[in-house]
């Protein structure tokens, strides 16, 4: 116990990665029993928690059969509101279970605030790692990994002259699962034209009896208030989710129809995509962007209904600020520069992060000069938020073959390790690499602008 409190001197001095204006309370390293919501860590892993000196709640395990190797983690999301949530780090821990399970230790976060703002969640995660690496003991490797939006936090922690550059131990590989790597200024495009495609068929979000507001800023005021529940009965009146579909109107009928054909997004993901189009778009405009918008629309042309000329008619259509477009681009546009291995792997039929934004990103990577760095893997998925075990512990042991050998694995190498590994991993039945596959652009998807 008493080397873990003389950890906190320690590890003040060497992440001071906050202006002291964000300082909260610090609450030192304490070892502890593994959270109880976890119900899968291995017998006999060690568990550490606390609270850095920027606010942000973390985790760290450890297992006893430890092969030596840390995995820092960026989750997805993100959560909203300005405190960090304790909870949120119990969630990955008990998502991302599988590193622990495969002899890692894994490191995770809360962030130190909700939000869009990958920058400051990249500083997050990098203040996590000299913490973890003193916890868990002289490490072999460190593998950063990214999932969802958090595969845009890693992108940017990971740059050159990225968070990560400024902390010890230094990373020796970037795992990206399932992420939002084209940046916020193309990524969140399709979310405007969600609203606006909405309101033009829908009209009930803002209804007419309700403040009339620009929809690219989510509500119509930085205090306005807009509950799940709220949302949900707005999507049910206008396309009937909550009944089978032999119950639904046909005037409910049409409307999923349009939706879903005109957005290019599974009816079971549109109520997601709403909310993220309600409270992040309020989130970005009024806490990052000073009220300006980044959103614009005026030259797109919406296909796929049953009379596109009518609806493009209704739908509204906004000029982005330029301003705003490039400060939203600074913390949310990932570079590309990393001089590290990289090993990304996402579902085909991704319904939240679309494989087509592998394509811009893949152009990003190469832009920066680092093809040569990068293997993108695609699976026959249509799940985001999870894949499958036995995919991850692939891609994980090609990345670390990669960094150990400096051989570059072909998407062929990582399917064969797939259907190679341990039957506990049940790989006849969760391998579901394409090794053949290459995404279209984002273009093809989602009208450009």
């Known amino acids: 116990m008493k080397s873990t409190l003389k ?52 985790w760290v395990a450890k297992p006893k059969n430890w092969n030596g190797n840390l995995v820092l983690h960026s989750h997805g999301g993100p959560a909203l509101g300005k405190l960090p949530k304790a909870a949120r780090a119990i969630e990955d821990f008990e998502r991302w279970s599988i590193w622990v399970r495969s002899g890692n230790a894994l490191a995770v976060t809360s962030y130190r605030q909700g939000g869009v703002a990958l920058i400051s969640a990249a500083e997050d995660t990098a203040r996590l790692l000299p913490i973890a690496s003193k916890l868990v003991g002289k490490t072999k490797k460190v593998i950063l990994h990214g999932q969802s939006w958090g595969g845009g936090v890693a992108a940017r922690a990971a740059e050159v002259d990225g968070p990560l550059s400024k902390v010890e131990p230094k990373i020796d590989a970037v795992l990206l699962t399932s992420g939002v790597l084209a940046g916020g200024t193309k990524s969140y495009d399709f979310r405007l034209d969600l609203r606006v495609v909405w309101q033009a068929v829908c009209e009930n979000h803002p209804r007419a009896n309700e403040i009339q507001y620009p929809l690219w800023q989510g509500l119509a005021s930085k205090d306005t208030k807009m509950s799940k529940e709220d949302l949900k009965e707005r999507v049910n009146e206008c396309l009937g989710l909550n009944m089978p579909e032999a119950n639904r109107s046909a005037k409910q009928k049409e409307n999923l129809k349009t939706i879903v054909n005109v957005i290019k997004i599974p009816e079971k993901s549109i109520q997601g995509h709403l909310d993220w189009a309600t409270h992040h778009f309020q989130d970005i405009v009024f806490n990052r962007l000073q009220g300006r918008n980044p959103f614009g629309n005026e030259t797109v042309k919406y296909v796929g209904s049953s009379n596109d000329e009518e609806l493009n008619k209704k739908v509204l259509r906004y000029k982005a600020d330029p301003t705003a477009v490039a400060d939203f681009g600074k913390d949310t546009n990932p570079t590309g520069n990393i001089a590290l291995p990289i090993l990304t792997i996402r579902g085909i039929n991704d319904p939240i992060a679309f494989v087509e934004l592998a394509n811009t990103w893949e152009e990003t990577v190469a832009k920066a000069g680092h093809s040569g760095n990068m293997v993108q893997l695609y699976t026959n998925d249509k799940e985001h938020s999870y894949l499958s075990d036995a995919q991850y512990v692939a891609a994980m042991n090609a990345l670390l073959a990669w960094v150990d050998t400096g051989k570059k694995p072909t998407p062929n190498d990582v399917e064969k390790q797939c259907k190679a590994l341990d039957p506990k991993w049940d790989p006849s039945h969760e391998c579901r690499i394409v090794p053949e596959f290459n995404p279209s652009p984002l273009s093809t998807r989602v009208p450009a602008r």
């Open 7 to 58: 950890l906190s001197s320690i590890l003040i001095k060497s992440c001071l990665l906050v202006s002291t204006s964000l300082t909260l309370s610090f609450a030192e390293p304490l070892q502890q029993p593994c959270p109880t919501e976890v119900k899968n860590l291995p017998e006999g892993t060690l568990c550490w928690s606390g609270k850095d000196e920027a606010g942000a709640y973390y």
